[in-house]
């Protein structure tokens, strides 16, 4: 996916696009502990791990941008 590209297409200007791996990592770290921590019979924490699988197993599909753009001013 090219995000910037798309932006620009739907008449975005002064568009930035940035990697943000540092929120990669922190999200990582997040669903791992998630999966080590004892649930005990917390049902909400029994449900966050199940979450933690889903998200890892597809984890390195995705990626962390940061987009900014704005909409070009109306004409009146």
């Known amino acids: ?3 910037a590209r798309h ?3 739907a008449g975005f200007e002064k568009i930035e696009v940035t990697e943000k791996p ?10 791992e502990a998630a999966l080590q921590a004892d649930a005990g019979g917390d049902p909400a924490l029994a ?7 889903q998200a890892l197993a597809a984890f390195d599909v995705r990626r962390r941008v940061l987009a900014t753009a704005t ?3 109306r004409v009146a």
């Open 71 to 73: 909409a070009p001013p």
């Open 1 to 3: 996916m090219d995000l």
């Open 22 to 31: 540092h929120w990669y990592a922190a999200e990582r770290a997040l669903w």
């Open 7 to 9: 932006l620009l297409e």
């Open 47 to 53: 449900s966050l791990q199940e979450e933690a699988t």
